[in-house]
């Protein structure tokens, strides 16, 4: 299984805890898994990028053009981190917009077989009450598209192991609600 | 076996863990990107395992050196950990015990910042092994990380040779599945041999001790030949046209690429961990084995330097013919174009695809808005600069290295050199300007952890030789850029054991500053502040008057957060009031204030809004209220 993985957002949007998640995930299934995460400017306002890349690779970072999957919580890093996506590859994104890539980039990605699902996870974290979850509710939508090696129980579980009990359902809550959205386009 | 567990690990916490998997008990450190994270990590696994073991958080990084280096003259391994350019601050004491040596194994942990990505440098931790003479170890992954590490111990015990150990941050941050060992004990007791003769070399002796460690460089490199674990060749011993020799990141990298493109039987490979002493019979066979050679290495050219005397030089491309940049981190993509074109140069076919530019040139052409680093909102420093930048804008800015470098962009931070030149500069620009009688006023910042690291002898030297500027001391109470660790002044430990405080208003005054000199403010209390400021500076041109300080106190609202909540000051901004003239923007420059293109006037961002009410002084127009239900 080689599945090489961006996730993106701005500081406090969870991209750490989301990049954590798969990383449990990977571990769950005995794959080997090695990525690499920005420290310390997330808190001053800055962009998050985490690489996730699971293989047997020995090198954290991913090559632009290279990445199979982009999970982006935000439209900006969605775009900022465009390049990462390899042809054939999926990209995730929290939206409000529903033509977020037009022009010459939407030709571009069409060619090239890239394929953009957008969700607007920031109100369904707001009608959960959870406004912090965008992060498990994007990575719950992207479960039925096929493009990643996790079902929904093995990210179930996941979360169950390193959730602490009082925010246990909550997660489970935003992970569910992002899986029911699913409507591949 | 119960021993076969795997966990995700971050490099520094895979390091923690080699740490005491290899029986390493007393580890000293001060804060530094990237190497932050491993003391941490250290204080949570004494706390899971019930270890024996002492962290410390010091004041500086000589002082963490000695602290390590002391424990290791008596015989027990010792470990200190900073960034690289935290080495230069330990290099004195570095030095000098490459020619004393040690007893029980020392390791110096110095994690490098090739970019860089937050350092005031990117220079090459193995370059300093290499001036100080002690070997360096260079892994290429954190699971490599951790099994390096004893290795590392029982090489400095068996040369009696400070060890140098090198992670990249892209090793330190980088995220694996590792499989975890045993832990160790530390069985040595402490035990000091009196040996005046080399502990405490004159310089006579010191010739002595000079020649004894050179022998033991060429006796350290005959070793390294033998560690077919750590340099060897991939794949045999068969000849190619072209072969790659590298370590660390750079390594991890090319054997990503040269096995994604199947490259990996056209292409030999030298891997070395220990880039000093080099292994230079093993590096000239390789050599000797292919057309052309390609070193790829991070950040300066150590293995190049040595590999360069070993045979043909013609046949070695790398930084010193212009093939690898001289500057800047060696990406993925870095790499796989000098790889591509290599390839292509020693007529290898076919060579790595050319790479289509054409989504980074589509996503260029959007001119997506950069987000620079900004201040948190709500941060104390903000409100600080705010006031300095009013009361005395045509001053000089001084600054230093912390979270309040970032005051760069209110315009009150003028220079950001090394730790403690927030003082010695601002000492410096004094002397320039009185050396011309000129008159202008000077204003240097500097924070409390960095002022307890550097800032002592530079005020001391200040009183000391008359000089008159104004100093800031940003007091924040926290280390707080580097991730939120304690300073002296809080008198909190590494593990979070209650120390003793060694109080900032005492401190001051210890140096020499007078009681008429000192000040101390709430910077959030703008109006204070601001005429403080201008008193201090009034103080400074006083013929009866001396240095001023001003400790502008208030906690990290981030760290102390419940403090912060219980002050919260919620704040709306009047629409019919605003103006549009975006002050509060430009001069205050809170994420938290957004300019509203339609209404042209200025909206408050609640999500990013932290209440800390300071905007209510800063808005000329009266706009920003508080919210009164």
């Excluded at chain 2, 589509?362 to 909102?377: A, F, H, Q, S």
């Amino acid at each position: 299984m080689n599945l090489q993985i961006i996730i993106s957002g701005i500081g406090g949007q969870g991209v750490v805890f989301g990049t954590k998640v798969l990383f449990q995930a990977a571990l769950l299934k005995e794959f080997n898994v090695i990525g690499s995460e920005t420290h310390g400017m997330s808190q001053r306002g800055g962009s998050v990028v985490s690489h996730l890349k699971i293989g047997n690779c020995l090198n954290p970072m991913i090559r632009t053009g290279t990445a199979d999957v982009i999970y982006a919580f935000e439209e900006t890093e969605f775009l900022r981190t465009l390049p990462f996506i390899g042809n054939s590859g999926a990209c995730f994104v929290n939206t409000k917009k529903e033509d977020l890539t037009n022009g010459g980039l939407g030709m571009h990605l069409t060619k090239k077989r890239i394929k953009v699902f957008t969700l607007d996870a920031g109100r369904i974290a707001l009608e959960l009450k959870t406004p912090l979850s965008v992060n498990l509710i994007m990575l719950g939508f992207s479960i039925p598209s096929g493009h990643l090696p996790f079902s929904l129980t093995d990210m179930e579980k996941t979360i169950a192991d390193i959730t602490p009990d009082k925010f246990l359902e909550q997660n489970l809550k935003a992970l569910r609600a992002g899986y029911k959205n699913w409507q591949s386009k | 076996m119960a021993d076969i567990k795997q966990e995700i690990l971050l490099g520094n916490e895979a390091i923690a863990r080699g740490l005491i998997e290899s029986g390493c008990h007393i580890i000293t450190s001060y804060p530094g990107t990237p190497s932050s994270e491993i003391v941490p990590e250290l204080a949570r696994l004494k706390d899971v395992h019930k270890l024996d073991m002492y962290i410390e958080w010091s004041a500086n990084e000589k002082v963490a050196y000695d602290i390590a280096l002391g424990a290791s003259y008596m015989g027990k391994r010792a470990a200190t950990v900073m960034k690289q350019v935290g080495l230069n601050v330990a290099a004195d004491s570095l030095m000098s015990s490459a020619y004393t040596g040690v007893k029980g194994g020392l390791v110096i942990i110095s994690c490098d910042d090739p970019g860089p990505h937050s350092s005031q440098t990117e220079q090459d931790s193995r370059y300093f092994a290499m001036f100080a003479k002690v070997p360096v170890i260079d892994p290429s992954s954190p699971q490599e990380a951790k099994d390096l590490l004893p290795f590392a111990f029982e090489l400095s015990e068996k040369f009696e040779i400070p060890v140098i150990f090198r992670p990249a941050i892209r090793i330190c941050h980088a995220k694996q599945n590792v499989t975890l060992k045993k832990i160790a004990a530390n069985p040595k007791p402490a035990k000091f041999d009196k040996n005046p003769e080399r502990w405490a070399a004159t310089p006579r002796y010191r010739l002595i001790l000079h020649r004894e460690l050179n022998r033991k460089l060429e006796l350290i490199r005959e070793e390294f030949e033998k560690q077919k674990d750590k340099n060897y060749t991939a794949p045999g011993s068969k000849r190619a046209r072209l072969g790659i020799i590298t370590g660390g990141v750079s390594f991890a990298i090319v054997q990503d690429i040269l096995s994604e493109y199947k490259l990996s039987d056209k292409i030999k490979v030298l891997k070395i961990t220990t880039p000093y002493p080099l292994p230079v019979k093993l590096t000239g066979r390789f050599i000797s084995q292919c057309q052309k050679v390609l070193i790829l290495e991070e950040t300066d050219e150590v293995i190049e330097m040595q590999a360069r005397t070993t045979t043909d030089r013609k046949k070695i491309l790398g930084r010193l013919d212009g093939t690898v940049p001289r500057e800047g981190e060696l990406t993925p993509e870095v790499i796989y174009d000098i790889i591509r074109k290599t390839i292509k140069k020693s007529g290898i076919t076919p060579s790595l695809p050319n790479v289509s530019g054409k989504l980074t040139e589509l996503v260029n052409g959007l001119k997506l808005p950069i987000r620079r680093p900004t201040l948190c909102p709500g941060c104390p420093h903000r409100a600080s600069f705010y006031s300095i930048k009013k009361a005395l804008p045509d001053a000089i800015f001084p600054s230093d290295i912390g979270c309040y470098t970032l005051g760069i962009n209110l315009g009150a931070v003028d220079t950001c050199l090394a730790m403690g030149c927030g003082i010695t500069l601002a000492n410096g620009f004094y002397q320039a300007l009185r050396h011309d009688n000129q008159s202008k006023p000077v204003v240097g910042t500097i924070g409390d952890s960095t002022f307890y690291h550097a800032g002592i002898p530079a005020l001391i030297n200040a009183v000391y030789t008359g000089a008159r500027f104004v100093l800031v001391i940003l007091d924040n109470s926290i280390t707080a850029m580097t991730g939120m660790q304690p300073t002296p002044d809080t008198g909190i430990l590494a593990d979070g054991i209650k120390g003793r405080r060694v109080p900032l208003p005492e401190l001051i005054r210890g140096c020499g500053i007078q009681p008429e000199g000192i000040r101390e403010c709430d910077p959030y209390d703008i109006n204070t502040f601001g005429r403080l400021v201008k008193e201090a500076y009034d103080y400074t041109l006083r013929p009866d008057g001396g240095m001023a300080v001003i400790i502008a106190k208030h906690p990290c609202p981030l760290y102390y957060r419940e403090e912060h909540k219980k002050n919260q000051v919620k704040v709306k901004i009047l629409k019919e009031l605003c103006n549009g003239c975006r002050h509060c923007i430009r001069a205050f420059e809170c994420p938290a204030l957004v300019y509203d293109e339609t209404s042209k006037t200025v909206d408050i961002n609640y999500m990013q809004c932290s209440d800390c009410g300071v905007c209510i002084q800063v808005c000329r127009q009266k706009a920003i209220q508080k919210i009164t239900d």
